[in-house]
């Protein structure tokens, strides 16, 4: 079964620029989570999807980041445009529910940095 | 949203046992006890699940006292390759969203 995955590995952008970050969840999970961790910082959530819908969206900076997830299926964060402060790494993950008691599959994540 | 409390660091050599202990005071009731791992470059991976007493499975075991206010990880006998990062999830606030502390880096040396 393949797992979570998540492009590109790693971006390099110009402050101003605007990236696009993408998420594969595994097949039938439903929940779809995205999580930043900025260098020497707590990994912090940013967003929770159940299918194409938001439920969570209380982790997300400012209205400069914008993540969808058309037909519940993959998921795209996009930074625009990018501010030094963006740069970090940002994990995807997925579960086939949420609630307690049920582990989250995470992705290797994007390293992004702002230049 | 209150976050678990866990050793910044730790050091163990090989062959030891090593037992990291998270404190999680205000968990509700409805919440469980999750223990991730992880190795640099890569994401979180699940390593261990519990609501209380004691859970084992191949990789750890994990010991939940009666009040559930904090959490063992025990690693048996570990080896280089369990040199990592180990986060104590415990404290969602009823939000079923996994919500990760600072971690505890573990190192194992030879």
């Known amino acids: 079964e393949a797992g979570v995955t998540q492009f590109p590995s790693h971006s390099v952008i110009e402050k101003g620029q605007t990236v696009t970050l993408r998420c594969d969840p595994i097949?039938?999970?439903?929940?779809l989570y995205w999580y930043r961790r900025v260098m020497g910082k707590e990994i912090k959530f940013l967003l929770h999807?159940?299918?194409?819908?938001?439920?969570?969206e209380s982790g997300m900076p400012n209205n400069r980041f914008l993540a969808e997830r058309t037909g519940g299926t993959y998921s795209t964060l996009k930074v625009q445009p990018a501010e030094l402060e963006d740069s970090g790494v940002y994990f995807c993950?997925?579960?086939?529910?949420?609630?307690?008691?049920?582990?989250?599959?995470f992705g290797q994540g994007t390293r992004l940095t702002v230049v | 949203l209150a976050k678990t409390t866990q050793p910044i660091s730790m050091d163990s050599y090989e062959g030891q046992e090593v037992n990291i202990t998270c404190s999680h005071n205000?968990?509700?009731?409805?919440?469980?006890i999750t223990w991730y791992q992880q190795f640099p470059s890569q994401g979180p991976r699940f390593i261990i699940q519990?609501?209380?007493t004691k859970v084992t499975n191949e990789v750890a075991s994990l010991f939940i006292p009666a009040d559930r206010k904090s959490s063992t990880l025990s690693l048996p006998r570990v080896s280089l390759s369990d040199t990592a990062v180990y986060y104590c999830?415990?404290?969602?606030?009823?939000?079923?969203?996994?919500?990760f502390g600072r971690g505890t880096s573990l190192i194992v040396h030879p």
């Open positions: 993950a997925s579960s086939h529910e949420a609630g307690q008691g049920l582990e989250a599959f």
């Open positions: 097949s039938g999970h439903d929940n």
């Open positions: 999807f159940v299918k194409e819908s938001k439920q969570d």
């Open positions: 205000n968990i509700a009731t409805n919440d469980y």
């Open positions: 519990g609501y209380k």
């Open positions: 999830l415990g404290e969602s606030g009823g939000s079923y969203i996994p919500t």
